[in-house]
């Protein structure tokens, strides 16, 4: 009987098998490893789009009340109302509502360069409201600034260097120094931010 060359021969079953089992477990391993990634991507995704949503928030936040002006407005009723008006933030219907100043007009618009808004906890939505006119106008939708709030609560420093619960002066024409936010977020903790008010003017 002729026996092939050793370098001739192929591989017994055993070795293809051990193979087999060693490529198996390297496209497991590789498998496992790419779908780790992909969901710690996610994950980072969605928590760099939660610190956005957090800033854009808070920048949206020091615009307004950088640029609050003491100017009374009427309701639609046509009741005053004050020039800032504060609540405590958690069960309120409103959390915050003022005039600011610096309101572009692109389009030139008949329309002041004044704007009152108004910031409302809308189940777990903060919520921003416009109004396009200051005295008796119907107010434009409501735009979502800020998901998954837990919790609000806010703070207001008048001149004497207090801290007030709500911002209720008797001059309804007085802003508030500044103003505190603690904001709890589902997944992020409590967030504190501290606003100069009628800094632009």
Known sequence: ???APVSERGFTLVELLVSLLIFGMLSAAGVALLSFSV???DVA??????LADIRRAGALLTADLAQAAPRIVRDEAGALRPAFEGGAGQGDAVALALVRRGWDNLDGAGRPSLQKVEYRLVE????????RFLDGAEAMEPVTILDGVASLRLRYRDEDGQWRERWDPTDITMLPRAVELL??????GSIR???LVGAGA
């Open 1 to 3: 009987m002729i026996r």
């Open 39 to 41: 969901r710690a991507q």
């Open 193 to 195: 931010q501290l606003f």
């Open 183 to 188: 904001v709890a977020i589902e997944g992020e």
């Open 45 to 50: 995704g969605e928590r760099l789009g939660q």
């Open 124 to 131: 777990d939505r903060l919520e921003r409201r416009a109004w």
